[in-house]
């Protein structure tokens, strides 16, 4: 059996401490970087994503004259086909609007269904208490309808100024 040295001893010691003393200075390192690195990369998206927001969604009559514009310009349309276009493109919107009507309409009938359902199948005390929940959500609903039309949920949209709104539940 060998007998190690006080000297051979020492020399392992600072060599062991220097190992993990360059292990943790690598380690934090790395450390440093990811948390870095991450707080870098989600203010840059979440600026990013607050400024697309933030603008408001683009007028669709401005986007028909310039889809119109467009096309005249890349396929060379004559004055009769630009007309044609324009009869085209307001068909369309007013047939969009006709399904959005229709679809609105059909959506408050199947919220009327619902609810009919659900109190058919309440008792007295449980149709009132259902009827002071279904005000508070209302009440909720109209509150955050008002933010939601003020400034958005981060900018104007479906709710927004001039925006359309989708039917919900009734009233």
Not at 16 to 22: E, H, I, P, T
Not at 87 to 103: N, V
Request: proline letters at 6%.
């Amino acid at each position: 059996m060998s007998v190690i040295r006080r000297d051979e001893l020492s020399m392992l010691k600072s060599k062991f401490s220097a190992a993990v003393s360059l292990l943790l200075v690598f380690m934090s390192g790395a450390l440093i970087g990811a948390v870095g690195y991450r707080l870098y990369t989600v203010k840059s998206v979440s600026s990013t994503a607050n400024t697309a927001a933030l603008r408001p969604p683009p007028d669709p009559e401005e986007v028909r004259k310039r889809l119109i514009s467009d096309m005249r310009t890349r396929l060379s349309l004559d004055e009769q086909q630009v007309v044609q276009l324009e009869k085209i493109y307001a068909d369309t919107r007013q047939r969009f609007e006709g399904l959005h009507a229709k679809a609105n309409a059909e959506t408050r009938e199947l919220w009327d269904n619902q609810t009919t359902q659900i109190r058919a199948i309440l008792n007295k005390d449980q149709l009132a208490k259902h009827e002071q929940w279904r005000a508070e959500r209302d009440a909720e609903r109209k509150k955050n309808r008002q933010r939601f039309d003020q400034k958005g949920p981060g900018g104007p949209g479906l709710g927004g100024p001039g925006g359309r709104r989708m039917p919900g539940p009734p009233q």
